[in-house]
């Protein structure tokens, strides 16, 4: 579909004003002097109504003007009350939005880019041992990394990396125990099978609870665990499969679809440091 020339476009419309900030945006002080002006006018209009005709002069008439009051006075409370909540509400996502800003920026400047720069030195080194030195580095980088930005307590990042069919834990940071599972291929090893098929795919798994009734394929996890969630992310840079990161929480429904963002962009990172540069 073509796009019409800007001169046959239809141009705004000049006589229609711009529609006015709802209630809910306006700042806090402004909107409740606002409810107490139209509570004054619903009053004000209220008893002009019922002074029309002169004061009543019996307790039923009296009773009568109470029972109007309150029935007026209930939708405008609950009216009040809703304003309020939906201006509190749109305060609470202003500083949601601000406080992801602000982890934005601490993860691009304080993370993201110490990492790149070792990256770079990897791929400029001139010999082996100055490389295997700045990968083991890096490795190190990305785990610390992976365990400070997601969310859980006491959360533990390791770095499983793939040698010779197998994945052992080569790089970790967070809670004490070490981890010490290794992913093989044997056929009495489910777990380590699906690890390595998740590699081979470049895939990723979410995990919210190890101690739910149904679980992905090779999510169990191994006796005497001190996990309750976990993220693994494949690490690979083009066809070229290094192995898996991962983290874990003692606590279930720890991690969400921010975390798992940022494992994949941690596990890309490391992949792009990792990879055979022939």
């Not at 602000?102 to 791929?123: N, S």
């Not at 307590?153 to 981890?179: H, V």
Request: proline fraction near 7%; charge should be negative.
């Amino acid at each position: 579909m073509s796009t019409p020339p800007l001169a046959d476009r239809p141009g705004p419309d000049v006589g229609a004003l711009p529609p006015g900030p709802s209630p809910a945006a306006w700042p806090r002080s402004r909107l409740r002097a606002y409810i107490a002006l139209e509570a004054f006018a619903v009053a004000l209009g209220y008893v002009v109504a019922v002074l029309w005709d002169g004061l009543p002069t019996t307790w039923s008439r009296w009773a009568l003007v109470a029972a109007g009051a309150v029935a007026v006075a209930i939708p405008l409370g609950i009216k009040s009350r809703r304003e309020l909540r939906q201006e509190a509400e749109a305060r609470s996502a202003e500083t949601i939005a601000i406080e992801a800003d602000t982890k934005l920026r601490l993860v691009v400047g304080d993370v993201v880019t110490p990492i790149a720069e070792v990256v770079g030195r990897v791929h400029q080194a001139g010999t082996e041992t100055e490389r295997g030195s700045l990968r083991g580095q890096l490795k190190q980088l990305i785990v610390e990394a992976a365990a400070n930005l997601c969310d859980g307590e006491r959360a533990r990042a390791t770095f499983f990396e793939l040698d010779s069919g197998e994945m052992r834990a080569t790089a970790w940071f967070g809670r004490g125990d070490q981890p010490e599972t290794v992913f093989t291929d044997a056929p009495d090893d489910r777990r380590g099978q699906e690890a390595l098929l998740l590699v081979r795919f470049h895939d990723f798994l979410l995990v919210d609870d190890v101690r739910a009734e149904t679980l992905p394929r090779g999510a169990e996890p191994r006796p005497g665990a001190t996990y309750h969630s976990f993220i693994s992310v494949a690490v690979f840079c083009a066809e070229e499969n290094l192995g898996m990161l991962s983290v874990d929480a003692p606590e279930p429904y720890a991690f969400d679809e921010t975390d798992l963002n940022v494992m994949r962009a941690m596990a890309q990172l490391l992949g792009a440091g990792l990879v055979d540069r022939r």
